[in-house]
Structure formats: C-alpha cells, structure tokens
C-alpha cells in the first residue's frame, strides 16, 4: 500500500509496525475469558489510511482488555511489541470497538 500511495520511504516501518500490533493482537486473542460468541481461531482485523503524507496503521482484536507498554529486561523473550510499535511511530493509541479494541500507530516520512 505504501507505493500505492506514493509513500515507498514507510514500507518497511509499516511492515514492522503492523506485524508487532498484529502480534500482540493475536496473543492478545488466545487470552480472552471464555465466551460462547468467540471463534476458536483468534480474529484480527487489519486496516490502514493514509493523507498522502503519512500513514495510520490499525489493528482490532476481540479483547477488551487495554494494551499496557511493559518495561523489559533483556533476558525477557516477549513484552516489547508496543515498545517496538512506537519507536518509529509519531504517534500511537487505542480505543474501545466493536466488542473488542483497536490498537493504532501513525508513521510519517522523517523530517529532512
């Protein structure tokens, strides 16, 4: 999508963005309390939009259980998505939707 629209210098930010969100929604997915109405294969939803100037990277799980940034040592194999998410992101967030939640990063050409 990057090229799509014109915005080459973000693909290899946004593959690293959206595959650490949709990581964490996966895991995220395979923890919820036990509900009839969720399938067994966890369900992630993926989107993106742009300006033409900058990207937003979204990401919908079916858990309702908000996204905490963890501080991690470096024995610790996992707890570092939303680090990693943000690192190159101008900004980030989340929201409640849809029996579930969203998970959001913004990412821009860097300034010359």
Avoid at 28 to 36: D, E, G
Avoid at 58 to 82: N, S, Y
Avoid at 87 to 104: E, F, Q
């Amino acid at each position: 999508m990057a090229g799509e629209w014109s915005l080459p210098g973000l693909a290899e930010t946004a593959e690293l963005v959206a595959s650490e969100l949709a990581t964490n929604a996966v895991q995220a997915s395979q923890r919820p309390k036990t509900r009839a109405d969720l399938a067994i294969v966890p369900v992630v939803r993926l989107w993106l939009t742009s300006d033409g100037a900058s990207m937003v990277i979204h990401i919908w799980d079916a858990t309702d259980d908000m996204p905490v940034r963890q501080d991690t040592t470096a024995d610790e194999e996992g707890g570092r998505g939303l680090l990693l998410a943000d690192a190159p992101a101008k900004d980030w967030g989340t929201y409640r939707k849809s029996g579930g939640k969203v998970v959001w990063a913004m990412i821009t050409l860097a300034d010359p």
